[in-house]
């Protein structure tokens, strides 16, 4: 199995009962099982991790070592203005997606734009759960592609 981490930034804790009209009615614990049952399909091992402080993400990510392949990140707000976080993903140099529930791009303006995509593979907005699904898909593809096995 390819290990990988998944990373979900501030307030996503809270997720089944924050704001549910926009986030949904699921929580993360069922986010991350759904994630680690379409990841073992994929020959992927998900390790999660969730914070709300960006110094812990940051260490988090620095500490991926050699045996982690890649990242699924949903950073939340630190999406908008962390170059911090951005830094971090960009030194580690391993194949990341970002996603998001909400579609950013048709919400509030600064919500318009992430300072993470650019170091990214791409980005998965808009398809509540199923962004998460659809962006893992795409990583395990990217590293499929890459010959990237757990040897
Ligand atoms: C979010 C979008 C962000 O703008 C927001 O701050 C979040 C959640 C999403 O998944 O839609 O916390 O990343």
């Given at each position: 199995m390819?290990?990988?981490?998944?990373?979900?930034?501030?307030?996503?804790?809270?997720?089944?009962?924050?704001?549910?009209?926009?986030?949904?009615?699921?929580?993360?614990?069922?986010?991350?099982?759904?994630?680690?049952?379409?990841?073992?399909?994929?020959?992927?091992?998900?390790?999660?991790?969730?914070?709300?402080?960006?110094?812990?993400?940051?260490?988090?990510?620095?500490?991926?070592?050699?045996?982690?392949?890649?990242?699924l990140?949903?950073?939340?707000?630190?999406?908008?203005?962390?170059?911090?976080?951005?830094?971090?993903?960009?030194?580690?140099?391993?194949?990341?997606?970002?996603?998001?529930?909400?579609?950013?791009?048709?919400?509030?303006e600064?919500?318009?734009?992430?300072?993470?995509?650019?170091?990214?593979?791409?980005?998965v907005?808009?398809?509540?759960?199923?962004?998460?699904?659809?962006?893992?898909?795409?990583?395990?593809?990217?590293?499929?592609?890459?010959?990237?096995?757990?040897e």
């Amino acid at each position: 199995m390819v290990k990988i981490l998944v990373v979900n930034g501030p307030n996503l804790n809270l997720l089944g009962t924050r704001e549910p009209e926009i986030y949904g009615s699921m929580g993360l614990d069922e986010i991350n099982r759904q994630v680690d049952g379409l990841a073992g399909r994929l020959g992927l091992e998900p390790e999660f991790f969730q914070s709300n402080h960006e110094g812990e993400i940051i260490d988090r990510i620095q500490g991926c070592g050699s045996e982690c392949k890649g990242i699924l990140i949903n950073p939340g707000a630190f999406t908008h203005y962390s170059y911090a976080i951005r830094d971090a993903i960009a030194s580690i140099g391993l194949p990341c997606v970002e996603v998001h529930l909400s579609n950013i791009h048709a919400r509030e303006e600064f919500r318009k734009q992430s300072v993470i995509a650019p170091v990214c593979l791409g980005q998965v907005s808009g398809f509540g759960r199923q962004s998460y699904l659809l962006g893992l898909r795409a990583l395990a593809d990217k590293l499929n592609s890459r010959g990237i096995s757990d040897e």
